[in-house]
């Protein structure tokens, strides 16, 4: 190779590397972005212009500037669809970020308002014969647990068989209708459900003043079936048709073909949409107020005597404040906090038995 040749070869630019910004830049701009923003909240604080730190507004001018910046930059140096790529990324991240920021103050604000009564009398007390500071919220956890459990031994059958019925079999007028009507199902008001059971007990017992916990189950019910329908129903869309054909191919019946080889592959899925669907009604108060009651001591018979249960406690302590009402708000807040660990408890169990029942190759 001549010496021209070489310096030539040396000298051209990478065609991989040129026009590109440095890899740390984006968050080098937002970081001097948001240096500038302080500095110019600063500048108003110390000129009386603002009484306080506005820290909402200096997360605001630096997104802003931020944007700006990377635009600007970017299409300077990598071209105009590159600065488009850049734009919407840090648009998209902040529509991000602002989505997370309800959902790390109220986890915040309920762990730190909660762990006052985080405490062993919480969890082994009822509030029998309690009007002031202690007592627990054990008689709550057990009845939102044997609702909740009561209503899923419900729910997921009927939601399970109704969906397999619709992908596997349902054709013609009465497939679009019960997909229809789980739609409408999908949108009922909560206490519509109540009301619901409320008046078919009633009308059952011909008491009107019936109250009792499976009576809860079933306004529950309502609200979980057509949340373990659809989301059911989309994990069997998902098993490809293949693994079907292959299984009649082989003179297996079409119900040992749905037992044996869609249900098993889409397993992981339905539990995740059961344990969405539980999610849904373990917080729900207004049906559970109608047709379950509230009571201040233990029951264990769902099906006799009023239940309490733990979005009802939150309620009634918040709601029913006595004399010592900081106690009643530290017994709300801590409910609050109790029905939260719950429902990440159950999801983690969902999450560990979907990865053990899911078919070896997907996991």
Known sequence: MTATATRTATTMPNALTSGKMPKWSPL??????LAISIAIFAVLEAAGATRVFNWAGTAF????????????????????????DRLVTALVTTAFGIALIPLISVTYTV???????????????????????????????????LITGMATIISVPIGLLTAIYLVEYGRGRLARGVTFFVDVMTGIPSIVAGL??????????????????FGGAVALSVLMIPVVVRSSEEMLKLVPNELREASLALGVPKYLTVLKVVLPT????????????????IGETAPLLIIAG???????????ERMMTLPVFV???????G?????????????????????????IVARLVAKFLAPKGAR
């Not at 006052?116 to 002031?132: C, K």
């Not at 509230?294 to 006799?304: E, I, K, P, Q, V």
């Open 294 to 304: 509230f009571t201040t001591s233990m029951n264990y018979n769902l099906f006799s």
């Open 196 to 213: 619901f059971a409320f008046a078919l007990f009633a009308l059952l017992f011909d008491d009107p003043g019936i109250r009792f916990g």
């Open 111 to 145: 762990i730190v308002r909660g762990i006052a009564r985080f405490d062993v009398p919480f969890f082994t007390e009822s509030m029998r014969n309690v009007v002031g500071a202690g007592g627990g919220a054990l008689h709550a956890i057990v009845g939102t647990l």
């Open 61 to 84: 001018v630096a997104v802003v500037l931020y944007c700006v910046l990377i635009w600007t930059i970017s299409r300077l140096v990598e071209g105009g669809r590159k600065a488009a």
């Open 315 to 321: 309620y009634n302590q918040y709601a029913s404040q």
């Open 266 to 281: 889409s397993i992981a899925g339905i539990i995740t949409g059961v344990m969405i669907s539980i999610a849904r009604v």
């Open 323 to 347: 004399t010592d009402a900081q106690a009643y708000l530290d017994r709300a807040w801590t409910g609050a906090l109790t029905l939260i660990l719950i429902v990440a408890l159950l999801n």
């Open 28 to 33: 080098w701009l937002l970081g001097g972005s």
